[in-house]
């Protein structure tokens, strides 16, 4: 397992942009799928974003396509969320999570994620 720890997250204007940096404790980072889920009042968890152990392959909720980036250093332990023109629609509490991987092929079914960081608020004003 690894430890997770979000920072980043803030209350920014609708199509404003903010920055979500995850930084991973403990061995073999890249071995790691990486997610970004999300969670809004009174709504279920859903996937944002995600990116295979290489960094090679990236997947994207169709809500966030085409605005979120998601990105990762393996030097550094540490996967990023740039959010681009924001909505109000995107305010949430923002988790990362960690999933061992054999390859880069992932399946981002938040119950297989066995290490989730506390979260982060992103709030966008209208």
């Known amino acids: 397992q690894v430890q997770l720890v979000e920072s980043g997250g803030g209350l920014v204007q609708a199509g404003g942009s903010l920055r979500l940096s995850c930084a991973a404790s403990?061995?073999?980072?890249?071995?790691?799928?990486m997610a970004w889920f999300r969670q809004a009042p009174g709504e279920e968890r859903e996937f944002a974003a995600g990116?295979?152990?290489?960094?090679?392959?990236?997947y994207y909720a169709h809500s966030v396509k085409g605005r979120f980036t998601i990105s990762r250093d393996n030097a550094k332990n540490t996967v990023y969320l740039q959010m681009n023109s924001l909505k109000p629609e995107d305010t949430a509490v923002y988790y990362c999570?960690?999933?061992?991987?054999?390859?880069?092929?992932?399946?981002?079914?938040?119950?297989?994620?066995?290490?989730w960081g506390q979260g982060t608020q992103v709030t966008v004003a209208s």
């Open positions: 999570a960690a999933k061992f991987s054999y390859s880069d092929y992932v399946i981002f079914d938040p119950d297989t994620f066995g290490s």
């Open positions: 990116i295979s152990r290489s960094g090679g392959n990236t």
């Open positions: 403990g061995r073999a980072f890249n071995n790691y799928a």
